[in-house]
């Protein structure tokens, strides 16, 4: 598993060092930005615009996942309350985690939902996401601040689910 998690991480900065963002989209046109995720994950955050309306975000932090989490999304931004201002996106995820880690529930085989709490030392896991959100982004301020929620399944090595809640703010240099 640490062979996969490591992998995991490798490729999403490679893929990431060679994308070329498009002309910047972000608050006051710039395409970079960094900033503070509250929630889950607890950590940092940065966000890169490829378009107006496409992103990639991702997060370093602590978790209930795990001690440690390392993830990614790409997201798609559509105007639904027809503003400049107020956005709304959604994506899908992935992320890594390292150190303990807890549980949730699951389904056991009889299909009936069954809560379960235990404590994993050391064991790196992997889960992906879909994420939706708002973002807030005032005219002539170099800031966001966003809203996001969604369900995070982890895949290995146990199956279980649980719900990524945030809200968080990211500053444009």
Do not use: C
């Not at 890169?48 to 001690?67: D, M, R, T, V």
């Not at 996106?89 to 085989?109: E, K, Q, S, T």
């Not at 708002?134 to 996001?148: A, F, G, V």
């Amino acid at each position: 598993m640490k062979k996969l998690s490591y992998l995991v991480v490798v490729l999403s900065f490679t893929i990431m060092s060679h994308v070329q963002p498009a002309k910047a989209q972000g608050p006051l046109g710039r395409d970079f930005g960094f900033g503070l995720n509250l929630g889950e994950p607890l950590g940092a955050t940065i966000k890169l615009w490829f378009s107006k309306e496409n992103a990639l975000q991702a997060h370093i932090g602590s978790s209930y996942f795990s001690s440690l989490r390392i993830g990614a999304d790409y997201l798609w931004h559509f105007d639904a309350f027809r503003s400049e201002v107020v956005k709304m996106y959604a994506g899908p995820g992935a992320a890594v985690g390292f150190g303990n880690h807890y549980g949730g529930w699951y389904y056991n085989r009889k299909g009936h939902k069954e809560y379960w709490y235990y404590r994993d030392e050391g064991e790196s896991v992997l889960g992906m996401r879909a994420i939706f959100g708002l973002n807030i982004i005032p005219k002539r301020s170099p800031i966001e601040i966003y809203l996001e929620l969604g369900p995070f399944i982890g895949i290995a090595p146990t199956f279980g689910s649980t719900l990524d809640a945030a809200i968080g703010i990211r500053f444009y240099p």
